[in-house]
């Protein structure tokens, strides 16, 4: 059966249905994305870099990747099956490195691992200032 066979032998309110979702999808999507890029804009913003930037599809991603001393190109390798996990560890690290920069714990990256809207808020709206020259890893001293 064609995908335009199985289409056509479906009743209208299956039809209508599908649409309605498919239209709720989108909408959910636009609104991800505008809040996503409207609050990585505010965290480009405090880092010095221009806000524009956040509006732009992968050129975010490196860029943040870049703030978190990463190579970018592994904004765009997030495409590629397989290696888009190697690539999601490299954005770990970058997310843990603007955390220290942001003087935020090193545990701070389990939030933006696991709930990473509340953690581009948090660094959004709190009142940390950037700092570029912070150490990329932290050492622990035992007394």
Known sequence: M???AALESMDPAT?????GLLLFL?????ITYVITAFLLGRVFKKA???????????????K??????QKGYWSVLMLVP???Y????????????IGIKFGKDGTFVLLAIFLPSVWLAWLAFDNSKWQDT??????????
């Open 64 to 69: 943040m990747l870049e703030m978190g001393d």
């Open 82 to 84: 397989i290696v888009n």
């Open 134 to 143: 912070a150490p990329a890893l932290t050492t622990v001293k035992y007394d």
């Open 48 to 62: 010095g870099i221009p806000a524009w930037i956040a509006w732009v599809p992968f050129y975010n991603g490196w």
């Open 2 to 4: 064609s995908y335009n």
């Open 26 to 30: 989108i909408i959910i999507s636009i």
């Open 86 to 97: 190697a690539a999601l560890v490299f954005h770990f690290i970058a997310t843990y490195r």
């Open 15 to 19: 039809r209508v249905f599908l649409a």
